[in-house]
């Protein structure tokens, strides 16, 4: 029987997140996912970056670490050469990962270490007061762009997929099921995995774009979305303008550790081998 | 059939069933025989569970691809409250022919709590047989699963229908393989067989009702759970419970309204962005 907050750590509740924040709900969704392979709390290993999602690694009771701006891909990556047998989740959001660690992500994915990245994208910087981040939708008010984004946003499933990721999945809180498969379905992969959950923030982005409450803004979420089986069978104009959610890409390619293992065959610590 | 006269079929079933494959089949059969054929369907409730119907008719020259209520020569039906619902259509003295499994459909079942009562009709076999003569009943799913596939059930059906419709064994059996995948083929044969081969004394015993409503024992009702402390009054949960089983205090919390109607969807469970919610 699944009980969350077995998972939490309950001196840290009521977390800081604002009122409708989706990052809590990505954090529900983690959990059961957790929950559902049957991994030990010890077996997990989440590390996060700065900004409003990377303070998920704070309420949960796993082995967590809290790292630098941008740079949680890059610690994630050291503790997984060292213990092999941990599973790393790396939380960040849309400014740690594509903007400040923009390096990071693309090196991470091109390495094919067995780690899962879990992208949490609100478009905008929520922590520091609103500003405009690289996946702001181009129009969209934010503190640095008070008559509208004039930069076009990334598609960091797009960027993360031609980086060499070989898993990428993209998920929106308002269907939290899909999102809890979608993380089981990432830790399970041999390689980067790559999901990107589309959250929302009605503190700042909402208020500023005025696009409601923050049950609005979740059923915006699914009417800018299109599951990706569902789409293919669409016609082009039906899909137009919409992201697509769902496992994106995924094939397999050479596991870093396991190259790592092959090219220093018997050079390496004994628990690295299997 | 005499010349000028058109054979009117109603294939109606719930979505998933294979209704559109079978009357897909049949219009081949008709097809192959020389016969004019115009079928007209209805689908794309089938995500949902809900009802497929297919209008097949054939003769020398078919105009109008619909059947008329009361013009229907023979209802296939693949579910038992289907059946019911469309026996209008039947012309008097034509002949039904309906599956036993039930489908109960998600209007009915909104309570879906374990051993929960369903709003499905009951006593459909004896009134259907007060109401029409040729009624012919079986269970093609249990029939599809002792041959090892419960997909196979449409084509069982489509064995009983062939025994109202005049076409040979080899007809339909070629028509079946071009419908299948190869390594379908096999099953689809011994299914078709299966419901060719079966008989239908005029006064059939009552054969046990499908086990699909057992009385409701005892309703246990949902228990939700919310730490007040935790909650920032998002309104999340109060918006998306389809039952309205909660709502916002004075204090702008969410608490529980009425959770006797709470159907154990976990919807506020898993939208709370404050993981305030348990539904137990």
Known sequence: ??????????????????????????????????????????????????????????????????????????????????????????????GDALSIGGNHLIHAARRNLAMTCLLLNNEIYGMTGGQSAPTTTPGKISTTSPKGQTERAFDSCRLAEAAGATFVARGITYEPAAVERLIAAALQHNGFSFVEILSDCPEFFGRFNRVGSPSDMLFTQKQNTLDAKAAAALPPERRKGKLLTGILHQDSAPEYLATLDQNFAGAVRPDMRE | MEN????????????????????????????????DVKKSEVH?????????????????????????????????????????????????????????????????????????????????????????????????????????????SNTVLLGVLSNVCEFSTEDWTSAIERSVKPQAREINRRAFL?????????????????????????????DIE?????????????????????????????????????????????????LAVNVH
């Open chain 2, 4 to 35: 000028g006269q058109v054979q009117n079929v109603l294939i109606v079933g719930v979505g998933g069933q294979g209704v559109l494959t079978a009357s897909d089949i049949l219009a081949t059969v008709c097809l192959a025989s020389g016969y």
């Open chain 2, 194 to 222: 299966a419901g060719r081969n079966m008989q239908f004394p005029a006064a059939e015993e009552e054969p046990a009702a499908a086990p699909a409503q057992e009385a409701a024992a005892s309703l246990a009702i949902a």
């Open chain 1, 1 to 94: 029987m699944f009980d969350f907050k077995e998972y939490l750590r309950l001196d840290m509740f009521p977390h800081m997140l604002c009122p409708g924040c989706g990052h809590g709900i990505v954090l529900g969704a983690m959990l059961r996912a957790i929950h559902s392979l049957g991994l030990s709390k010890d077996e997990v290993m989440v590390v996060s970056g700065i900004g409003c999602s990377s303070r998920l690694s704070g309420y949960v009771d796993f082995n967590t670490l809290h790292t630098t701006h941008g740079r949680p891909l890059a610690f994630a990556t050291g503790i997984k050469l060292a213990r092999p047998e941990l599973k790393v989740i790396v939380i960040t959001g849309d």
């Open chain 2, 226 to 274: 919310i730490r007040e402390t935790w909650c920032k009054g998002c309104e999340i949960c109060v918006v998306v419970c389809p039952q309205n089983c909660l709502k916002m205090n004075d204090a702008k919390k969410a608490v529980v309204a009425d959770a006797s109607s709470c159907i154990r969807c976990m919807l506020c469970e898993w939208l709370c962005p404050d």
């Open chain 2, 44 to 152: 794309g409730m089938a995500k949902r569970g809900g009802v497929v119907y297919t209008h097949v008719r054939y003769g020398r020259k078919v105009l109008s691809p619909l059947i008329e209520p009361g013009e229907g020569d023979v209802l296939l039906a693949f579910e038992p409250a289907e059946a019911l619902r469309w026996s209008k259509y039947l012309k008097p003295g034509g002949t039904l022919i309906t599956n036993l499994r039930q489908r109960v459909p998600p209007a009915s079942c909104l309570d879906r709590r374990p051993q929960a009562a369903v709003r499905y009709p009951q006593e459909i076999q004896r009134s259907l047989r007060q109401q029409l003569g040729d009624v012919r009943v079986l269970d093609a799913e249990s029939l599809a699963m002792e041959l090892g596939n419960p997909r196979v």
